[in-house]
């Protein structure tokens, strides 16, 4: 129990193990062939190189067989090996944000943006499509305006009014009209003093008689 808490307070699961297998005289080879673990995933856990095992539960194991048998505590030692994970994982967290602190640093020092190229292509690129549609809808727009003032033209010149107009002017002008017995009357010619000989109208159903009148 007094190894025990030695062990509690140091917080090295490690370096216990390897101090009390060294105090009983117990070799590496020796403590493999009494737990049955290999002596390389032995040395891993007294150097506390927990990445090269198979995983918490085999380490979990391992560490209880070598506890058992070096008379130690193994729920006890299972705890230190919980919190010296905890730790070792809480560290790596730490060192991994410190490693890429500087690099963003020098970044932002530098103004160097990775992605900043690709974002000046893409302005440029909506740019350039909003300029072309802007050209595209404008002469679309003057095309059209065209077209509406000529269809107005041939509407304006398809009008009511434009027809009653036309219709007016026909009207002023004088229309003559000829009616058969006119043209009889006028095709009468004087041939002398008492006398009258009447010509054939074109167009009349009517005999004509020559007449001589005293």
Same mark, same amino acid.
């Given at each position: 129990?007094?190894?025990?808490?030695?062990?509690?307070?140091?917080?090295?699961?490690? !370096?216990?193990?390897?101090?009390?297998?060294?105090?009983?005289?117990?070799?590496?080879?020796?403590?493999?062939?009494?737990?049955?673990?290999?002596?390389?995933?032995?040395?891993?856990?007294?150097?506390? +190189?927990?990445?090269?095992?198979?995983?918490?539960?085999?380490?979990? %194991?391992?560490?209880? +067989?070598? &506890?058992?048998?070096?008379? #130690?505590?193994?729920?006890?030692?299972?705890? #230190?090996?919980?919190?010296?994970?905890? &730790? *070792?994982?809480?560290? /790596?967290?730490?060192?991994?944000? @410190?490693?890429?602190?500087?690099?963003?640093?020098?970044?932002?020092?530098? %103004?160097?943006?990775?992605?900043?190229?690709? /974002?000046?292509? #893409?302005?440029? /690129?909506?740019? #350039?499509?909003? %300029?072309?549609?802007?050209?595209?809808? *404008?002469?679309?727009?003057?095309?059209?305006?065209? +077209?509406?003032?000529?269809?107005? @033209?041939?509407? !304006? *010149?398809?009008?009511?009014?434009?027809?009653?107009?036309?219709?007016?002017?026909?009207?002023?002008?004088?229309?003559?009209?000829?009616?058969?017995?006119?043209?009889?009357?006028?095709?009468?010619?004087?041939?002398?003093? %008492?006398?009258?000989? &009447?010509?054939?109208?074109?167009?009349?159903?009517?005999?004509? &008689?020559?007449?001589?009148? *005293?």
């Amino acid at each position: 129990m007094i190894l025990i808490m030695k062990v509690n307070e140091e917080r090295r699961i490690g !370096e216990i193990i390897r101090k009390v297998r060294e105090e009983k005289g117990i070799s590496i080879e020796r403590l493999s062939d009494i737990t049955k673990i290999s002596k390389e995933f032995i040395k891993a856990i007294e150097e506390e +190189n927990f990445d090269v095992l198979p995983g918490d539960v085999y380490v979990k %194991g391992f560490i209880r +067989n070598i &506890s058992l048998a070096l008379g #130690l505590d193994p729920d006890e030692m299972r705890e #230190l090996y919980k919190a010296v994970r905890k &730790s *070792s994982s809480e560290d /790596l967290v730490i060192k991994e944000a @410190k490693e890429k602190l500087p690099a963003y640093d020098a970044k932002v020092e530098k %103004g160097v943006k990775p992605r900043r190229p690709w /974002l000046l292509i #893409l302005i440029f /690129l909506i740019l #350039l499509v909003g %300029g072309g549609f802007y050209f595209y809808a *404008s002469w679309t727009g003057e095309v059209n305006i065209f +077209n509406k003032a000529s269809s107005d @033209k041939v509407k !304006e *010149s398809l009008s009511p009014l434009s027809t009653e107009k036309n219709v007016a002017e026909l009207k002023e002008e004088p229309v003559t009209v000829s009616t058969p017995a006119q043209s009889s009357k006028e095709e009468m010619v004087s041939l002398g003093t %008492g006398s009258a000989f &009447s010509l054939p109208s074109t167009g009349t159903t009517e005999a004509q &008689s020559l007449s001589l009148l *005293s």
